[in-house]
Structures are given as C-alpha cells and as structure tokens.
C-alpha cells in the first residue's frame, strides 16, 4: 500500500480569483435578446461564412445575419410547428421536419420547397443532411428512424427498433453509413445502412434529449438525458466512460466548440455550462432568465446562441484579437499532405499553459516529517515539525492530531530533555488560546503535564515555561468569566426592560377602560 502523506487541515479563505477561462467565456459580451412568437427548439449554423444561424421557432425557420443579427430569410411553409431546422454543409440548403411528419427541403435564397419526404404519420423532431450530401437523416415520434434519398424523395432505410419518441439522432461526419439516434425509451442506438439494423445500444436511464458525435473521427459520442450526461465508447462496445450530472434539471442540448475541446449543455434549470472535455468539469456557466431548449456555438467560435421555453433567443457575440486572428488565417491557409511545410509541421511549436501534457509518473517527495512517520519514528517526527523553519499552527496541530489518532502521543513526548521539550511548551503558550486549535492544545498539555508533573523544579527553562502556559490559561478563563458575567448583566437589563414595558402597557390599557367607562 503506498504511504498517504500527512493531511494538513487548512481554514476556508474566501478569494476569488477570476481564470483565463472565465475570462474567455465572459468575452461573449452585448447579448441581444430577441423575442420569437413560441419557444425556440432548435438553432443551427451555416458551416460555410459569414455563418448565418436559423433559428426554428413556432410554425416557421428564421435565418439570421451573424453580422445584423437580424432575421433576413423567414420560411413559413409549414401548417404546424417546426422542428429542427438545420444547413446542409455548403450552406444553400435547409431541411425541416413539422408537426404533421412532414420533412421538407428548402432554398434558402428563394425559400421554395425543393423536396416533400412523406413516411411519417407522427411529428418530426430531428431533421438532419448526411455529411454526403445526398441523403436526409428524420426521426419521429412514431418511433421509426428513416434516411432519404433526396433525388427520389423516397426512403432507402427504415429503423424500427425504439419504443417510444424519438427525439435526438445524427449521421457520422466520416462513415455517412453510421447513424446514431436516441430516443424516450431511455436508450441511444447505432444502425448501420449496410445491415439496415442496430448494431449497438446503451442504455442512458433518462429519455434522450439530444446526442453528439466528437468532431475529427473519434469513437466517442455524448447522450444527454434528465440531468445527467453521459459519454460511451463505441470501439469498446458502447461501455460508459463518463456519466455527469452538473444540472438540476433536464438538459435539452449540447454543443462542441470548432475544436471539440469544450462541451456546452444547456438546461430547463435556466443554465448553459461550459465543460472541458478532458476532465468535464465545469470550466464556466452562464445563467439566462428561462428554461434554456436549445444552445448552438458558431463554427469561429464567434457567436454563442441560446433560445428559451419563452420565446427569447439570446445572441452573444465575442470579440477577436487581432493575435486570434492571424493565427485562424494560419490554420486555414496551411498547406496539406505531401508537402515538405507538412512533413515539418510542429517543429517550432511550444507547449501553452492550457495545453494537456503527458508526463510519466513521478514518485511523490516527502517531507521530511513525513519520512519519520512512515518510519514510524515518532519522536523525530514531532521535532520535524517544530523546527523554527517548519513552527505553522497548522502543520503543528495537524501532526498531534496524527499522532493522538496513532495512540502514540504518549511515546512521542516521552523521554525528552528541557532542550527538546522548550519548542513543544513554547508553541503551546503562543497558540493554546487560538479558538481553532483549544481543544486539542488543552488535551496535549493534559497529557505532557502528566509525563512530566512528577519530575518539575528540576529545570528552571521548563519552570519557567509552564508558570507562562499557567498565567496564559488563567488569564484566558478570567476573559470568559468576565464576558459570561458581562452577557448576565445584559440579558437582566433587557428582561427589565421588556417587563417596564409591558407593565405601561398595561398601566395605559386601564386607563383607557376608565375614560370609557366614566364617558
């Protein structure tokens, strides 16, 4: 078993310290509060530039200016309320599902109707572009998952295999034939087209609200169900890895930055976290005045959108710096594979401060009191701890304490000299009063007084130190008494005076029946 090392017990210390992540977060400044006629279910980003967003709100999807934040294209071709609408990945095209199972494609300059996908009898929450450009992703609270082919408008794969509504789903951005789903049946399912079945499920244990896949190829996906989230990994057949309940109610959303390194969720519990997905703790939290439905990040990292229950969407807009910015420029202008710039690539690179560096396993240092503990040499552990280097109350305290838990104080203060127990005296003199060491120093004195009684007035530097520890505890419980008598003195003068004032009362109360009576 490896040695645990002494625990020092440290007083709470109120500081605030504002991190670079905080700071980063609270750039989003100016935000730009937009009222919509019904609650926003969905946002979605263009992945191409200036990143418009639509916004799916009541019977209709808005797109909005990244620039204005106005809404600048309205389509309203719906008879019932829409859902998820969202861009395909050259930015022209949107797709929708609405109340009736419909599924519909859309221009977005003209705002026609390009393709009608009719399978669906109940309404349609996930309408999604494969990544190939040439099929539609719909899932449905009649609990089917359908893929079309836009060209035919017909259905090439029906997945059957939930029991209840079906409200999250996605196709991988790297094997369009992998489709992920979750859904009210408390599970999230992989299906493959090319067995036109489910090859994976995992068991969430809240109805699904929303999913995600890591960006760059990654095995691992995210579910988002009741408080909890939940990442599962697919190459080791779906096990969990992570299970994170950071909100006090239902999360309805989740959202990756452009480098996937952060995870955004948002809740009916009114808030947006902001996790980092190397730990999932939460590095920062936003707070909006309603339940929050749906959070969507720009691909730039530019613009954080959130829309709510009541119809409010939220725009949050962050400003770059002009470093920022040339190093975006760099990254999309790096040359490619299979040049002698790629091969080389890294070379001058330095490790940042946020960066997770990989280090192999150090062997603890110990302290040198420490040393003497796991040896079991007690003695010398104490004189460790009292040496005028190392003399903190806390660490003092924190080793008679392990000492007592131990059961052996007693050895440790046995068969000491004038010389050796000088520090031991003197730290007792200077903190035995300190309220939060009292009642240990007061057991500790006990027990050297006890060692030591029989032998006192053979040295006149002990003597002397204790006759200080004696006027030190005796002035000490002279305070008390004269604060217990000050306390007495004033609860007489305020029961007094609560009795003067009754009695008036009183007193006035009969006179009054007097005046009415002789009237």
């Known amino acids: 078993m490896e040695y645990q090392k002494l625990v020092i017990k440290k007083n709470p210390r109120v500081l605030y310290k504002e991190t670079p992540e905080a700071k980063y977060w609270k750039r989003f400044k100016s935000p730009i509060l937009i009222k919509e006629y019904g609650s926003v279910t969905s946002i979605n980003f263009s992945p191409v530039s200036p990143h418009d967003f639509a916004v799916t709100s009541s019977a209709r999807v808005q797109i909005y200016s990244s620039k204005t934040h106005q809404a600048k294209k309205t389509i309203s071709r719906f008879k019932e309320v829409a859902y998820s609408g969202s861009f395909r990945q050259d930015g022209k095209l949107v797709v929708a599902g609405d109340g009736t199972g419909l599924v519909q494609m859309f221009d977005v300059n003209s705002r026609a109707i390009l393709r009608t996908f009719r399978a669906h009898t109940m309404p349609v929450h996930v309408a999604r572009f494969s990544n190939d450009k040439a099929h539609v992703l719909s899932a449905s609270d009649d609990q089917t998952v359908r893929l079309w082919d836009i060209p035919s408008e017909s259905s090439v794969h029906v997945f059957e295999d939930h029991e209840d509504y079906v409200r999250a789903g996605v196709v991988s951005d790297d094997n369009p034939n992998l489709i992920l789903t979750g859904s009210y049946d408390q599970t999230v399912k992989l299906f493959d087209t090319r067995t036109n079945s489910s090859v994976m499920t995992m068991q969430h244990g809240a109805p699904v609200e929303s999913i995600l896949m890591y960006p760059g190829g990654g095995s691992a996906v995210v579910s988002a169900g009741g408080p909890t989230i939940k990442v599962w990994d697919l190459l080791a057949g779906g096990r969990c890895i992570h299970a994170i309940s950071n909100h006090q109610k239902t999360i309805t959303s ?266």
């Open 254 to 519: 989740l959202a990756f930055n452009s480098s996937g390194s952060r995870l955004l969720t948002g809740s009916l519990d009114h808030h947006v976290k902001i996790h980092n997905v190397q730990d999932y703790k939460v590095v920062h939290s936003i707070k909006y005045p309603a339940p929050v439905m749906s959070v969507a990040l720009s691909p730039d990292d530019s613009h954080l959108v959130a829309g709510m229950a009541n119809g409010l969407l939220s725009v949050r807009q962050r400003q770059y710096k002009s470093d920022e910015k040339a190093s975006q420029k760099k990254n999309r202008d790096y040359i490619g594979s299979g040049t002698y710039r790629y091969f080389m690539r890294g070379q001058s690179s330095t490790a940042e401060a946020a960066d997770f560096t990989v280090e192999g396993r150090r062997r603890a240092k110990l302290s040198k009191y420490d040393k003497f503990l796991k040896q079991h040499e007690y003695h010398n552990a104490l004189d460790a701890v009292l040496e005028p280097t190392q003399r903190q109350g806390a660490l003092v305290t924190a080793m008679l304490q392990e000492l007592m838990h131990r059961q052996v104080l007693v050895s440790a203060l046995s068969g000491r000299d004038d010389v050796s127990l000088e520090p031991l005296v003197t730290f007792l003199i200077r903190h035995i009063n300190t309220p939060a060491y009292t009642n240990l120093l007061v057991d500790v004195s006990e027990v050297l007084l006890d060692i030591y009684g029989p032998v006192l007035g053979q040295s006149p530097l002990i003597d002397d130190l204790l006759r200080k520890l004696s006027r030190k505890v005796n002035g000490e419980i002279d305070l008390q008494k004269d604060l217990i008598q000050a306390m007495a003195a004033l609860d007489m003068l305020f029961a007094k005076s609560t009795t003067s004032s009754s009695t008036t009362s009183t007193i006035a109360t009969a006179g009054t029946a007097e005046e009415v009576k002789a009237s």
